[in-house]
Structure formats: C-alpha cells, structure tokens
C-alpha cells in the first residue's frame, strides 16, 4: 500500500477529513493546556509543576519535554523566582529532497513566577534538567533567632 497525500490530511482531497483534524487538534491542545496562537499553532502555555517542601528546601519540578539545560532560564530578581523555558523545532529531513509529511510536535514557550517565602535562602539556589524534568532547589535558611522580651522603664511625669 503506497502513501498518499489523502492519507496524510491533504486539504484538496477532503475538506471534512482536514476541518474534522483541525477540530481534534483544537481538543488535544485544550486537554494538553496548549494556548492557540492567532495562527492557531501552540504557543505560550503553562508548564506542568509541582512544588514540594522537606524540612530543608523547597523543589520545583517542571516538566520540560523535549528540553535541555540551554531551553530553559531560572533567574531571582527581588525575591521572585522567574522560570522560563521555550521548545523550538525544526522540520527538516535527513535526506536532501526529502518531504515532511504531517507535523504534530508542536514549539512552544512557557513562564512561571514564584515568590520566595521568607525562610529561603536566595543564595543557594540550584537548578538542574534530567529526561525533561527541571528541578530547581531552594534550600530552606535558619529561622532567625526570637529576640528576648525587652523591658522599658516607665518614669512618672
């Protein structure tokens, strides 16, 4: 059985097979929590967290598919842990003269804001991406001493 262009969505042969496809790629991308841009590609989306915390530091866990080290940004500024991350695909073929013929991965970028809780200690923040999840680590600081009752004088007028 040969390939076809039919097969693979061709706009031209069917209208109802390419308008149904658009339909189930809008019900993937809401299910997926994939935003549509104004071209009706994905775009600008929350990637899925998790925010846990141990006696000593708190974890991030994003997850981050198809990404590496060099996709992804965590920056602090003023308390406000940024994490960013953006996914960029090339549809090229190996072969020289070879042809894409469907694409459903689709580029995408993500931002996220947490501000810091007053027990973390900004300066030794860690990040690290394994198998397309980040962690970041936020080590938790020594609550400050409570400071002893201090008695005031009270003088007569």
Do not use: C
């Amino acid at each position: 059985m040969a390939l076809s262009n039919y097969v693979f969505g061709n706009s031209a042969a069917d209208p109802f097979f390419t308008e149904m496809d658009r339909a189930v790629n809008r019900m993937i991308n809401n299910a997926l929590g994939v935003a549509p841009t104004s071209a009706g590609k994905a775009g600008h989306t929350h990637a899925p967290m998790d925010i846990i915390e141990s006696p000593t530091a708190f974890e991030l866990h994003a997850d981050a598919p198809g990404m590496g080290p060099d996709d992804v940004k965590v920056e602090l500024q003023e308390g406000v842990l940024m994490v960013t991350g953006e996914r960029k695909l090339s549809h090229t073929t190996k072969e020289a003269g070879g042809k894409v013929w469907r694409s459903e991965r689709t580029a995408y970028s993500f931002s996220r804001a947490f501000s810091l809780p007053e027990n973390a200690n900004p300066d030794g923040i860690t990040a690290a991406m394994d198998k397309g999840v980040l962690v970041v680590t936020v080590p938790k600081r020594e609550p400050p001493a409570k400071p002893e009752p201090k008695r005031i004088a009270v003088t007569g007028a």
